[in-house]
């Protein structure tokens, strides 16, 4: 039941029924359930907190005792999905001054985070690995995803009609509810929705796979829940027996990436490709690759000079 909170409701109450008014079935549900997880963290931080007390102190006090166990860029996160519920406080007259103003953001330091991704080499010994049978497996969905660097949950929703074999192009339109009950979803952003060119290889492949399946109905699902964990382990037993580094279906997508960069294919053509929504966002996961470039630019452009 709802009902109007006064001052003096507990903040974790105001906080829940705050998400359930403004959130429900306006947000995916992955993205409902890290409110609800915010929601959970309040009330184990602040459960005798009321909504009359949340001070800058008190507000400033929650995100430090969350901070001691995440690192700074989770508790921002944690900050921006309290926020629009105290702000909408304030409005209600519930609290008078704005708490969240100059909020301090802490965190533990982030751990390393070193992307796994296969070299070239590794690469052609996976796909040369794969049990490429004339119905769909996931030898086939380890295929396409190395191929296109699709995120996991866009390859599953591809149906046969996004191929078009004479153009040579995938379009990119939707992702499968694999997290859900199944179905269509729309992509992560409108970056995301894109057409991208594939090679002669997978036309070849899959104009034979998709013969006499419905056009509609995505290549990989079928009556059973799909499960991340099931294509990681299967692309985990392929590097196994080929000996490379083991890496996940994401690693794929890292794979297909660094491969085009190390390639000398531009960082706004990759950003396109991978459906990120900004180049910003490519320049950060491959930073690394990047700053790799550029020390062979530098060797380039001095042995160009001296050569002058």
């Known amino acids: 039941m709802l009902e109007d909170m006064s001052k ?53 006090k929650i995100l430090n005792d969350y901070a001691k166990e995440h690192e700074r860029q989770t508790t921002l996160d944690f900050h921006h999905q309290l926020k629009g519920a105290v702000m909408d406080a304030v409005d209600e ?25 296969l070299n070239q080499f590794e690469l052609h010994t996976l796909i040369a690995d794969l049990d490429i049978k004339e119905e769909p497996n996931w030898d086939w ?23 078009d074999f004479g153009r040579q192009t995938l379009s990119i339109s939707k992702t499968w509810d694999y997290k859900g009950k199944g179905g269509f979803l729309p992509t992560k952003n409108k970056s995301s929705v894109r057409k991208i060119q594939i090679d002669w290889q997978i036309v070849v492949k899959f104009s034979e796979l ?43 997508r890292h794979t297909h990436a660094s491969l085009l960069l190390f390639a000398g294919v531009s960082i706004a053509s990759v950003a396109r490709r991978l459906g990120h929504a900004s180049m910003t966002t490519t320049q950060k996961t491959y930073l690394h690759i990047i700053q790799e470039l550029e020390n062979k630019d530098v060797d380039l452009v001095m042995r160009t000079l001296s050569g002058l």
């Open 8 to 60: 003096d409701a507990l903040f974790y109450n105001y906080y829940a029924q705050w998400i359930e008014v403004y959130k429900k079935d306006a947000i995916r549900e992955a993205t409902m359930a890290k409110y609800r997880m915010t929601q959970k963290w309040v009330e184990k931080l602040a459960p005798e907190l009321k909504v009359c007390e949340l001070t800058r102190t008190a507000y400033q």
């Open 93 to 117: 007259g519930l609290i008078e001054h704005d708490p969240t103003r100059k909020a301090i953001i802490k965190g533990k330091t982030p751990r390393e985070k070193k992307i796994k991704y």
């Open 141 to 163: 969905f380890i295929l396409l995803v190395a191929k296109t660097g699709m995120r996991f949950s866009e390859a599953l929703a591809i149906t046969p009609k996004d191929f």
């Open 210 to 252: 998709v013969k006499g399946l419905p056009e509609d109905e995505p290549i990989f699902v079928g009556e059973e829940k799909i499960y991340n964990s099931t294509v990681n382990d299967a692309l985990t037993r392929h590097c196994k027996s080929c000996g490379i580094s083991e890496i996940s279906i994401h690693g794929l």
